[in-house]
Structures are given as C-alpha cells and as structure tokens.
C-alpha cells in the first residue's frame, strides 16, 4: 500500500459466537481440548517404517487436521460448515480404522489412485482443459490405469459384460467397514455420515433442515439457532471419532497409552451429557 493509506483490518470470525462457544460449551470444550492435545502427542510417538505404517499414519493425521477445521467452524457459528466436514471426517476415520484392521488392504486403497488419475487426465482431455503433465508423466498414468484397473471394475451388464471402473477403491460400503470394526462406529453412521450428506450434496431436505422460521413466521436460512444447534452436535461426534482415531493409532503401532485413550473416552462421555440436558432444558422453557 502507499504511504498515507489506511491498512485495511480482516478478520475471519466472529467473536460472539466465540463468547457463546465459550460460555456455553466450557465443559465439553475442555474435555475436546484434551482429546485434540492427546492425539497431537501420540501422533508424535511412533516412527512410521514402510508403506503400511506411512498410509495409517498419514490418513491419522489427517483425521487430526480435520477435526480441527470442524472445530474452526463450529467455533464460530458455522454449524452448517461443520456438519458437512463431520462427514468427510467419519469417512475418513472408518477408512483409518478398516486398514489398519486389514492392513492387507493398504496396497489395494494405493493402487485405486491410478484410477483417480485417469480420471482427471480423461476429463481434461475431454474438454481439452490444460494439464501440466510431460508426456512421460501422461504414459505413466495410462500405463497404470491399464496395469490396475482390472482389479477395480463392476459390472453394469453382466449378460453383455458391460462394465465401468467401480466408483471407490472397495465395494464394500462405509457403513459395512465401520461394522467390522466396532458396533460403536456403525452406530455413528446415521448422524455423522449418512445426514450430513443432505449437507454437502445438492438437496432440498438439506437446505430446509438449515431454514429456520423467525418470529414473523418468516423462512430464514442459517439462523443462529440453527446453526449453533449444528455446531453442537457435529462437534460432540468430531469428539468421539477422534477419540476413536486416537485408541486405532495406539494399538496399531502398539504405543501402550491405553490409559490416556481411557480418560479422554471417559471425559468425553461425562462432558457433553450437561450440555445436551442444558439444550433440553431451554428448548423445553
């Protein structure tokens, strides 16, 4: 800027919603803070060595890295935002959970990424969208699309053996992984992963269940009520998840700190129940 002008001030947030998270949730936001700083301490114990441990270890911290996006919105009246993310945290946290019970699998979810990569390729030369890619590193994607996808085909016709590459690295669905893993994640599938959808995708049903109705019987999408209602309820199941995260990191890499996965388990489970009576109580009122 020249000199004499005025610097202009941004800030990206609201701080009364940051007062309301404050004075609402303290409880709960202490017992998360906890959870938050336990799983950035055990994420710094283990020394990943190989593929399997790399790929357990990365998809852990992003699971840690997403939490705190939900916790960035839902902080600051975002509720809306947050449930949205909370689902592509669930899905992540299955996946982190369903490999590192079947490590067999690992190569398998690595392999899937040359299919992601024809993919792009295929749609910007379809459009003839420009791709920053030599001609060695385009030969490559094709040759490792050719080498892979084989594995990763379902059939849309069997009778006239039409087929398409399948549209994850695994036919078995997010809710059937989270079954083998612990009925505790499966439970989580309707409010974490399958209800945010309604979110995230295109849907009336998800935009009305962000209206709310103002005194003058008005239709008013993102209200405060609403989205703090949201906020609160994507962060207590962020909460747990990354509880869970942090219990799959310790017995993967057989760290031994089952006590402090115990005590954020427990804290979790003590520190939402006043704030969910405490919303009963005044929706009642």
């Known amino acids: 800027m020249r000199e004499g002008e005025r610097m202009i001030e941004f800030r990206c947030g609201h701080s009364d919603e940051w007062d309301f998270f404050a004075a609402r949730w303290g409880p709960a936001i202490e017992a998360l803070t906890r959870a938050h700083q336990t799983c950035f301490d055990i994420l710094r114990l283990p020394r990943p060595d190989g593929q399997e441990e790399n ?58 990424s040359s299919i992601h990569w024809h993919k792009l390729l295929d749609e910007a030369d379809r459009i003839h969208s420009p791709v920053n890619l030599t001609a060695e590193q385009r030969q490559k994607i094709t040759g490792d699309y050719e080498s892979h996808k084989d594995h990763f085909m379902e059939y849309l016709c069997k009778p006239c053996n039409r087929r398409r590459p399948q549209m994850s690295w695994t036919k078995k669905p997010i809710p059937d992984q989270a079954a083998e893993v612990n009925p505790m994640l499966r439970a989580l599938c309707f409010n974490a992963y399958l209800r945010p959808t309604f979110y995230l995708h295109t849907t009336f049903l998800g935009v009305a269940w962000q209206a709310e109705k103002t005194e003058a019987d008005e239709l008013r999408l993102f209200g405060r009520a609403v989205e703090r209602a949201s906020a609160q309820e994507s962060l207590e199941l962020a909460h747990i998840l990354l509880v869970h995260v942090v219990d799959v990191v310790n017995h993967f890499f057989k760290l031994g700190q089952d006590g402090r996965v115990n005590e954020i388990a427990d804290e979790w489970k003590d520190s939402w129940e006043p704030v969910k009576n405490d919303a009963k109580s005044q929706t009642t009122d």
Request: charged share 20%; with cysteine; glycine share 6%.
């Open 55 to 112: 790929v357990i270890y990365l998809l852990a911290e992003a699971c840690l890295k997403e939490f705190e996006e939900i916790c960035l919105l839902a902080g600051n009246g975002y509720g809306s935002g947050a449930t949205k993310l909370l689902r592509s945290f669930y899905e992540r946290a299955v996946t982190l959970s369903y490999l590192a019970l079947k490590p067999e699998k690992i190569q398998q979810f690595i392999d899937y």
